[in-house]
DNA sequence: ACCATTTGACCAAG
DNA sequence: CTTGGTCAAATGGT
């Protein structure tokens, strides 16, 4: 399934399947929220009880021990990449400070031929590794919002159109582009967002973003949204307003308008699931996270990708997505995709 | 000019 | 030592 095939330590085997039953805890907060509010609220409290306690089991295994180390060894190149153009021997940049390695747990492993996964991310590196590339990721929220997760982009080996992801550490910002979603979902729910809601749509990344790099997620569109929202929600978009200066100049969206494929329908990603939210009629496919406590739970799970692509990696498909509905397609940088809900 | 990416060097762990 | 992960100056796009 969706993590790392290979030989996998029985902590590992836990873990995932630990992840499996919060996805599908998350599954059953979001048909539960639907439902009849006062069901809801008992429910509901078990239910979050629940996802305390798998994230705590979760990070004491991810952090207990090394925890899936994927990768095989005998990797090379160290030195001989192409010549820089007149930099390098400027001085040596040493640093007093001593560097640690990651530590944080792998949360999760997917194979994609998408690099677009909703939240902001900078890279900082890249390595070759067995004759792929790793392009190592950061939240781009960690220098203000001090958000720890990270990711690692590798080549497939046998697919070099397809990616293994693996991310690593929890996100812990809040990126502005979620917003949108929470309006919609408040609009939906007649009710307050949730906080433990984990809210994901997706807005159509082209222009700069070249096939390899990372995206931004907020759109020009979402900010339109977002200005729209505040028309109706003035004092839950100040809430958010504080974060509209803080994501990197860049946006994933070079133009006002995302692709045409891509209006009509808002997603919402909801404990591990995508759901079809209504009454958003014009809403791109914006990309955002939420509270995103218990993100990447990016398995994506049971979405089905274009291009034949083998999505077979992907985490837990929905076993019983009765509540999903709905379909649509959207392009990604090169990548065109089908959603299929 | 600003900011994200590139990329060799540096560093820790095995 | 090898390998993988991170740093940070340089680079290039906007």
Known sequence: MASSGGGRSPATAVLDDLVDVRDRVGMLQTVLHESSPRATAEAGELVEGMM????????????????????????????????????????????????????????KTVTTTMLTDGKSWRK?????????????????????????????????????????????????????????SLIAQGAAAAAPPPDFANLISFAPING??????????TSAFAHHLMKEAADHHSMLFSRFSNHSSSPPAQEGVSSGSPSPACHGKFMQYAGGQFINVTGLSTSPLTVGSAPAEYWPVVGVAGVDMDAGAAMDSFAS?????????????????????????
Request: proline share 7%; net charge positive; with cysteine.
């Open 52 to 107: 305390a306690k798998l994230s705590s089991s979760m990070s004491v295994l991810g952090t207990g021990d090394g925890v899936i180390a994927s990768s095989s060894g005998a990797g090379r190149e160290s030195g001989g990449r192409r010549e820089r153009t007149g930099a390098a021997a400027s001085g040596p940049h040493r640093r007093s400070s001593p560097r640690r390695r990651m530590k944080s747990p792998l949360i």
């Open 124 to 180: 900082y590196g890249q390595k070759q590794i067995n004759d792929s590339t790793r392009s190592y990721y950061r939240c781009t929220h960690k220098p203000d919002q001090g958000c720890q997760a990270k990711r690692h982009v590798q080549e497939s080996e046998s697919n070099p159109a397809e990616y293994t992801i693996d991310y690593y550490g929890q996100h812990t910002c809040r990126d502005p582009s979620t917003f949108p």
């Open 208 to 217: 700069s973003n070249r096939g390899f790099t990372a995206s931004t997620s």
């Open 317 to 341: 498909p929905p076993s019983s997505p009765g509540f999903l509905s709905g379909s649509l397609e959207g392009s990604f940088g090169n990548n065109v995709c089908h959603w299929r809900i």
